[in-house]
């Protein structure tokens, strides 16, 4: 269960920094590689990509209407769980 909290944690925050660009962003061309990067790690496209090659991702993604894989958010029942369990 503990490796579990960590992979919804992350996720939370790579849809938490995503969301945040998405909100603030007018021309998806005109992002930083930072914004990018945050938008892609949010659909799980590795951070170690080539910069080029997370344009051509992201183009694909905003084109097909992908959306992000959905997880399950870490709640405070979960974490009540897992502090039982330890």
């Known amino acids: ?9 992350a996720m939370m925050v790579k849809e938490e920094k995503a969301m ?5 962003a007018k021309l998806i061309l005109s992002l930083t590689v930072s914004k990018v990067t945050a938008l892609l790690l949010w659909h799980n496209v590795p951070k ?34 897992l502090r039982k369990l330890e």
């Open 48 to 81: 170690d990509s080539k910069s080029g090659e997370k344009g051509k991702r992201q183009e694909m993604i905003v084109k097909s209407g992908a959306s992000p894989l959905s997880y399950l958010k870490w709640t405070e029942e979960d974490e009540a769980i």
């Open 1 to 9: 269960m503990k490796e579990e909290e960590k992979v919804r944690l």
């Open 20 to 24: 945040k660009v998405l909100s603030s």
